[in-house]
């Protein structure tokens, strides 16, 4: 009989430590990017200031802030998914009692 595992679910310290590098780096993206273009998008939507130079702003926000927003909750999704399976390139065996 062998003691407990220090990896958890097979993972390595490098897994982990890449799993969690992903998720930080990549809501500290989604944050920063996603909060610029909601600050500078929201003035389009009101009725006051919704004039054409404003929408042109809303659309150039979206376009340049949208782009980072995505990729950096890609980032974040990739990272769970690297933390809940373990490591890049680990395959889950199914453990038998031999």
Same mark, same amino acid.
């Given at each position: 009989m062998s003691g407990?595992?220090?990896? /958890?679910?097979? *993972?390595?310290?490098?897994? /982990?430590?890449f799993g969690w590098l992903l998720v930080v780096s990549g809501a500290?993206?989604?944050?920063v990017c &996603?909060?610029?273009?909601?600050?500078?998008v929201s003035p389009s939507f009101s009725a006051a200031r919704?004039? *054409?130079n404003t929408q042109l702003l809303a659309v150039i926000a979206l376009f340049i802030?949208?782009?980072?927003?995505?990729? &950096?909750?890609?980032?974040?999704?990739? &990272?769970?998914?690297?933390l809940r399976r373990?490591?890049?390139?680990? /395959?889950?065996?199914?453990?038998t009692f031999d």
């Open positions: 407990p595992n220090p990896n /958890r679910g097979g *993972q390595t310290a490098a897994g /982990r430590f500290l993206i989604t944050l &996603g909060s610029c273009t909601l600050t500078l919704a004039d *054409q802030g949208g782009i980072p927003t995505l990729a &950096g909750l890609a980032m974040t999704a990739t &990272g769970v998914l690297i373990g490591g890049p390139g680990s /395959r889950h065996q199914a453990e």
